[in-house]
């Protein structure tokens, strides 16, 4: 593209919303979001999720005045990814865009982030790296090591993995959604999948302000869900990425156990059960690796081209 001229706008924007018991919050989001001239059609789906408090009212009062608003209500408390979800499929425009009801991302960086998917990217995410980020300190240590390994294993590095606030385009978050959970990991999800498939992800640096209310967040138990989320979903999309460091560290503990039961057991050399078994443990490992990497190659053969 030559400097004269500028990216085209991928049409209209749906901004998804959800919201859990988010009465401090809400009124203040959707009038930011709704004061936005984003120079496109613009929707706002607020998808209240089971809200216990004073949500509903708040959304009922404001439905009314703003033409692009629309409430989606669940019933019952299903989760922030099954709320994205439900705005989502229930979309009318091409590019969605994602943000939180507690008023802690920068609404108007969405139009930077719109910039970025004009200009070819398939998402783009506020990464809270700015000058003005408030992640609570106890946080911050298992944040930074889980985005570590996440980073290791979709072979590249990632800013920000699950980031509340991203632009993406409609018809990726479609091709992967039978493997989005419901819970919180939803966006750490959609990131892997897109870097372990080539899509292009960009990041736009962003501030993070004060949440407004309780945060939902069980760090220890939310923590080791993540660590979890990120092995299987790497191992769905790049299994080698994970049984080829395991496979050699049972390797490593193999070769230390031969040698030790050949040349330092005291009644000669004579294989103990520990290296039988991390012999068999091997050969599991790499045999699970190379049938799950056959059975993703084969996936990807079938199924409909990257884009």
Known sequence: MSQLEAPQKSHGVTIVVPAFD????????????TALDLGRPTEILVVNDGSRDRTADVLARLEPACEALTVLNHRANRGYGAALKTGIRAAAHPIIVITDADGTYPEDRIVDLLARVDDGAEMAVGARTGADVHIPWQRRPAKRILRGIAAYLAGEPIPDLNSGLRAIRRDLCLRYESIFPNGFSFTTTITLASLTNGHRVDYVSIDYAQRAGSSKIRPIRDTLGFLALIIRTVVYFNPLKVFYPLGGLVAVLFTASLVYDLFFVEAGPNLGDKTVLLFV????????????????????LGGPPRS
């Open 22 to 33: 988010e009465e401090n919050g809400i009124e203040g989001v959707v009038e930011r979001l």
């Open 281 to 300: 443990a091997l050969v599991q490992t790499l045999t699970l690796g190379l049938v799950a990497d056959l059975i993703d190659k084969k996936s990807r």
